[in-house]
């Protein structure tokens, strides 16, 4: 049931095998709002009832173990900038679309609706990220830019467990010529995560695989739960659904992380 008081998030096997660290990939189940947003609706942005919204991150928050306020989610702007938490954001939420801490029991996450959330974890070093991978923040690098502030404090990238959690599959990801002009001219070889519509003019993307490969290249331990937020309405918020369908909006899911304190 989705509106159960405590939610189950989807977890990866890759995460849940490291010591001291917490991580869930929380779906739509477990959460207190209605209509739209039925379901686990995280999103601060959205239209949703603030306080329903904030009962939602605090049902979040105690599943990971943590005080509500030390869940630390950015302002999300499709960027490849990184955010380091030393200490809960408060109000005043920074803008960026990747967050690391070596700080235990600060919960870190981003919020989806179909782009590409990664979580990332260095056990040795006690330094974990977490990462908002749409198609922007993706070509523009912030997978890298947050494995890299990450090095910089202490962890090895050989290291690092990064684990792409649920997002929109190629089947449901069509784009016009434009989207394809721009990903082939930053690199002529990325027509490989392009295939025919059945549109003319227009083809499907694979958000997923290039992701992977640019996670790959890093020289991280990469793997992915291959879960389509488009497709699985019961489980996921998705902002092409909603814009297909013409609603009015659309609720988040969070992907979260923590180092447990000792």
């Known amino acids: 049931m989705l509106n159960e008081l405590r939610p189950e998030p989807l977890r990866s096997p890759a995460?849940?095998?490291?010591?001291?660290?917490?991580?869930?990939?929380?779906?739509?189940a477990g959460g207190a709002s209605?209509?739209?947003?039925?379901?686990?609706?995280?999103?601060?942005?959205?239209?949703?009832?603030?306080?329903?919204v904030l009962e939602n991150r605090a049902r979040v928050t105690a599943w990971l173990g943590v005080p509500a306020a030390n869940l630390c989610t950015p302002h999300q702007i499709h960027s490849p900038d990184i955010v380091v938490a030393d200490a809960p954001f408060g109000?005043?939420?920074?803008?960026?679309?990747?967050?690391?801490?070596?700080?235990p029991g600060?919960?870190?996450?981003?919020?989806t609706a179909d782009c590409g959330p990664v979580l990332f974890a260095d056990?040795?070093?006690?330094?974990?990220g977490a990462a908002h991978a749409g198609w922007q923040g993706a070509l523009h690098g912030v997978l890298?830019?947050?494995i890299a502030a990450m090095v910089e404090l202490g962890a090895r990238a050989e290291r690092i467990v990064a684990v792409l959690g649920p997002a929109i599959s190629q089947a449901n990801y069509e784009v016009g010529p434009e989207f394809v002009a721009r990903f082939t001219l930053a690199d002529p070889a990325n027509d490989r995560y392009f295939t025919a519509s059945t549109h003319p003019g227009h083809a499907m993307f694979d958000l997923?695989?290039?992701?992977?490969?640019?996670?790959?290249?890093?020289?991280?331990?990469?793997?992915?739960?291959?879960?389509?937020?488009?497709?699985?309405e019961n489980l996921f918020f998705s902002y092409r659904r909603t814009t297909h369908r013409k609603?009015?909006?659309?609720g988040r899911q969070i992907s979260a992380i923590v180092l447990e304190e000792k």
């Open 208 to 232: 997923n695989a290039y992701t992977l490969d640019r996670l790959g290249k890093t020289g991280a331990q990469v793997s992915q739960l291959t879960r389509c937020t488009y497709a699985e």
């Open 34 to 52: 209605m209509g739209l947003y039925r379901g686990l609706n995280v999103g601060l942005g959205s239209h949703d009832d603030r306080q329903t």
């Open 15 to 28: 995460l849940d095998g490291l010591e001291g660290i917490r991580h869930g990939f929380f779906t739509r």
């Open 144 to 146: 890298e830019a947050t």
């Open 247 to 250: 609603e009015a909006d659309y």
């Open 106 to 111: 600060l919960a870190i996450g981003i919020l």
């Open 123 to 128: 056990r040795y070093a006690g330094v974990i």
């Open 91 to 103: 109000t005043e939420r920074p803008r960026a679309d990747g967050v690391i801490t070596a700080r």
